[in-house]
């Protein structure tokens, strides 16, 4: 059964009496070179363990368990489980865990999967992600520190555009500098609009994020850096010495003193930081909050 074909995904959907979800962001490949096209940039061999956010009726899943040791694909429509089970019936090693990305502890799937032995190789998540939450679910990834050696994730173009942005760039936001911090992002692939059913409005993009093991900078506090990040991107327009200051937390002349004693300019805005210099500015705000903190005791 060609899971890409249009024709197979009408009588699927037919037989099984349900209608494709917009508000689950149901918009599924319909070219059989496009779920090649992904393992192949996920690098998954024979030895490793897959997990697939949004399985849909299967594509990719089959393409996957193909090839891993272990496929577990999380599906949050219910209607999709027993589709999944008569186009994934020839695969013993894919699970199908009817589940919320969002609410699924994926570290405790990865170790049960360790402890069982099913595989020996890397862990690698796929997905074609569902557009309305891409952001969460990447960012419920790279927060909860997943012990996975690549996520390779097909995104709205748009989206992609703005993680791999740098610096001095129009799209360059907190999400650049957040995957950034995490991940090095290297761009698979680029996938039409035409290749999709139902046909959804704009085009995608297939990234690869491969965790920095090291972390990249070496930060006093990591809740400060995002707080720093989100602060000086909500008035992208203004300058660092009006968005720090607008964020409530420190006035003016603090923030002018921390700025100085990093040697940012007050007056750049956060669109020209690289992401060492959101590091830089992160630690002197820090060592600003612990100072307070000793004078109070
Ligand atoms: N992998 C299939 C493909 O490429 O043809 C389907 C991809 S479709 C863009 C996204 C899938 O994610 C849908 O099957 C949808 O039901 C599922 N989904 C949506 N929200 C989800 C969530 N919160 N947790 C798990 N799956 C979700």
Redo the contacts with the bound molecule.
Sequence with gaps: MDLTSPSTIKELRDRHNFRL?GS??????ADRNVPERIIEGADIGEEDLVI??????G???AAAAEIAARVIA????ER?IPVLRETLCSFDNVEVVN????KTDIGEIISGEREKKSFSGAVRII???????TTPIIMKLLEDDIDADSITV?TQKEVADRIRSGPGSKTYGAISVAVQYYCDVEKVLSVPKEVFVPRPKVDSTVLTLRPVRGKRLQLADEKTFFSCVRAAFAQRRKTLLNSLSAAGGMGKDEVRRILEKTGIDPGRRAETLSIEEFGLLANEVADGKAETKNERK
């Design positions: 979800s689950l962001g149901q918009n599924f490949i697939e956010i949004g399985p849909g009726i594509a990719l899943t999380i599906e949050i429509d999709l589940r919320d990305v969002l997905g074609n992600l569902p557009y309305y939450i097909m």
